[in-house]
């Protein structure tokens, strides 16, 4: 009996599942067992869990060790998680970061630092040194760009333009050239390269493998790399190395294999080469120099930034506590009002000044006024001030020696002495005076009018003397006339200071005895000889009138006079207000 | 873009370089002619959606009939034989120019240029020995260095020619 037909036939059969089963323990229970114990690992998902996770560590490094199937599988989802837990709660992970951050930012600002002082330090050795200037005068002479020839001096060599020729044609099939270069169009060049290189083998009698290999040219070389189709020229800055020429071969020689069949049938048409660029690119190698020095020049230049930096603006400091000490002094003086003062670049003032007042150099002080080169905008104006209404009260009514004017609120007092003339002239002008109301002169004493008087007086009361019927002056009376004199001549200048027209009348006298007729000639002629001493010795003749009364008449106050009383001279001052109108007067 | 090399032949001072002199971009001086014995110019020429670009080899014109530099003459996609219709005998040269180029390179696309058309009455080269050679089949151009006639039909016509027979 096969199994099959055993169990075909227990399944119905009731009472034979008891021995199927012996049976079958007895053939495969060890089997069943582990089959049982494998189901219940597979089918439990805790069972499952803990078995697989206890080589998923494992699993793991040896996949990832295979390819990057883990690391494509997981990044979207460690992706995911860190988004969701940055969304739900930032603080972990920002906790988690924390110690890697800081340093790394660090690192990285150090390393920006880093760059920034070498790329100073090259601008300020190329801006500053010596040998910057040779370059910068090389590349004036020689019509280069500042930045080629620095270029040219800091590298060991450039490859500045590849130029990939078909052999044949000379035509051009790629071109491609370094940052800066100076490039001459490149078809011409491809052409002219191919020609020269074939006037060479003609001439020369070599073959075009053998051709030129090399053209060199001061600075520049062209670097020639010939295949069976095409041919890749390398113009060069400084010295090619060894390993250009290899590097410029393989490349040729990688474009005779991928553009084979474009390469033997070309006809003109550029369209396979179009994407020929790629392939030369890497070909457009350059070698600095070594630069290791310390940036000392930048921190020399950085120290010597900051030390002017400080020196300028404590300088800026002082100079604008200086401006606003000057201001300061403007505001405060009489007369002046800044309206705007400016020091950005200029220094200016603009405001309104009085007239009178100060000169804004001399209140300022004439150096700090050299030293701030102030532009002055200086609008005239009437200061309401007292000092610059008491100096223009003075500016108008001028004001003689011996009077003081001192201002009263608007009320100006005038004191001390002055002649009447001044003072009628200050009392019409005081009060038109801006700033000034009323004018106070009752501390002024008119002198010149007392002088008159005492003149007027003394005149009046002068008195000469003469012999009986004689006009002769006696030696007796010569010392009244002579002091007779000043007098007439006070009274004349007091006169005209005051406006006044005076005349003096010489009034000749005789005594009874004798006729009338004569006693009037007589008088007359004895005044005419008192005008005529006066006038011969410095007498105003204007003034005087000279005239004989003859006797005095027996009858008023000089009835009873002595004769010898009677025969007199006498003087008699009238006055009268002359004609403001007349300057003579 | 389709470029092309286009070589100028002919003898000494039939005006080779001033008939292409204002139609191209040129950037060497005259004295490559006497030096290396070829001088380069380039011409781009729109023909339709197609850019042709003719790299122009400008061969120095020797005067006797002596030997063309065959090596500049490789790759050419055709050339133009350039001719003083004032001096017969540069007709002769020219001829013999293209003997030796069909008999080092090959038969190539050429064309006859007679330059100087704007000097017509004193012209040496006959109408009738003209006529014979259009009979031959020989493509003729008459141009002109001093006023310009001519010359752009001339390159376009090699560019177009060129173009045609690429097509075919």
Redesign the interface.
């Known amino acids: 009996m096969s199994l099959a037909d055993a169990r075909v036939k227990s399944d119905p059969d009731d009472e034979t599942t008891g021995e199927w089963q012996r049976l079958r323990s007895l053939l495969v229970g060890a089997e069943q067992a582990s089959l049982n114990a494998l189901a219940a690992k597979v089918g439990n998902r805790d069972n499952l869990a803990r078995s697989v996770a206890s080589v998923l560590a494992e699993a793991t490094a040896i996949r990832a060790r295979q390819d990057d199937g883990i690391t494509r599988a997981l990044a979207p989802i460690i992706n995911e998680g860190l988004q969701q837990s940055v969304r739900e709660n930032p603080q972990p992970v920002v906790d988690a970061l924390y110690p890697i951050m800081g340093p790394a930012i660090r690192r990285s600002i150090a390393e920006a630092l880093a760059d920034m002082m070498q790329a100073f330090n090259r601008a300020v050795e190329q801006s500053l040194s010596p040998r910057a200037l040779k370059w910068r005068l090389d590349a004036w002479r020689t019509g280069q760009p500042y930045a080629q020839v620095v270029l040219l001096n800091t590298l060991v060599y450039r490859v500045e333009q590849l130029f990939l020729i078909h052999r044949e044609t000379g035509l051009l099939l790629g071109h491609v050239q370094a940052e800066n270069a100076l490039v001459q169009d490149p078809d011409m060049v491809s052409g002219m390269l191919t020609a020269i290189r074939d006037f060479v083998g003609d001439s020369f009698h070599v073959s075009q493998e053998d051709g030129v290999e090399t053209i060199r040219l001061g600075e520049l070389s062209v670097q020639v790399r010939v295949g069976p189709k095409a041919v890749l020229a390398a113009v060069v800055r400084g010295n090619a190395p060894q390993s250009l020429r290899t590097r410029l071969s393989e490349t040729l020689e990688r474009i005779h294999h991928s553009h084979a069949v474009a390469l033997s049938r070309f006809d003109g048409d550029m369209a396979p080469f179009a994407n020929i660029t790629s392939d030369l690119e890497p070909c457009l190698l350059a070698q600095a120099r070594e630069l290791t020095r310390k940036p000392w020049r930048a921190y020399a230049a950085i120290a010597l930034l900051v030390a002017g930096s400080a020196a300028w603006l404590i300088e800026r400091h002082e100079s604008a506590a200086q401006w606003s000490a000057i201001l300061t002094q403007l505001e405060h003086e009489p007369g002046f009002v800044v309206v705007e003062s400016g020091s950005d670049g200029a220094h200016i003032v603009r405001g309104l000044r009085d007239p009178l007042a100060r000169d804004p150099i001399s209140v300022i002080g004439a150096e700090r006024a050299r030293a701030f080169d102030i532009g002055w905008d200086l609008k005239p104006y009437l200061s309401m001030e007292p000092q610059l209404v008491l100096e223009r009260a003075r500016a108008n009514l001028k004001p003689p020696d011996g009077v003081t004017l001192r201002l009263d609120g608007s009320t100006l007092r005038a004191a001390g002495i002055a002649p009447e003339a001044w003072l009628r002239e200050a009392r019409r002008r005081a009060p038109l005076i801006t700033g000034i109301t009323t004018f106070d002169d009752r501390g002024i004493e008119v002198r010149d009018r007392e002088a008159l008087d005492r003149a007027r007086q003394a005149l009046n009361e002068a008195t000469l003397y003469f012999e009986p019927a004689s006009d002769a002056l006696a030696d007796s009376q010569l010392a009244t006339l002579d002091a007779v004199v000043p007098n007439l001549i006070v009274l004349r200048d007091a006169a005209a200071a005051a406006h006044m027209a005076y005349s003096v009348n010489i009034v000749g006298r005789a005594d009874a005895p004798g006729s009338s007729e004569f006693n009037l000639r007589l008088s007359q002629s004895r005044a005419e000889a008192v005008r005529r001493y006066l006038l011969g010795h410095g007498a105003p003749a204007k003034l005087l009138h000279a005239r004989g009364i003859g006797a005095v008449d027996a009858v008023g106050p000089q009835a009873n006079e002595a004769d010898d009383a009677q025969r007199r001279v006498n003087f008699e001052v009238t006055a009268a207000p002359a004609d403001p109108a007349d300057p003579s007067s | 873009?389709?470029?092309?090399?286009l070589c100028m032949v002919g003898a000494f001072a039939v005006g080779k370089s001033s008939l292409v002199q204002r139609y191209v971009?040129?950037?060497?001086s005259e004295k490559?002619h006497t030096t290396?014995?070829?001088k380069?110019?380039?011409k781009d020429i729109a023909l339709g959606a197609t850019s042709v670009?003719l790299?122009i080899?400008d061969l120095a014109g020797e005067d006797h009939f002596s030997a063309l530099?065959p090596?500049?003459m490789?790759?050419?996609?055709g050339y133009l034989l350039v001719v003083d219709g004032t001096r017969g005998h540069t007709l002769d040269a020219a001829l013999d120019l293209n003997r030796q180029i069909e008999a080092s390179q090959g038969p190539l696309p050429f064309a006859l240029v007679l330059n100087k058309e704007d000097l017509l009455d004193q012209w040496e080269v006959t109408a009738s020995r003209i006529e014979a050679l259009e009979r031959r089949g020989m493509k003729l151009f008459r141009c002109s260095a001093k006023n310009g006639a001519g010359v752009q039909a001339m390159f376009e016509y090699f560019a177009s020619a060129?173009l045609e027979a690429?097509a075919s």
């Open positions: 873009m389709i470029q092309l090399k971009q040129s950037m060497f490559y290396v014995g070829v380069i110019d380039k670009r790299v080899w530099r090596t500049f490789r790759g050419a996609a060129n690429r």
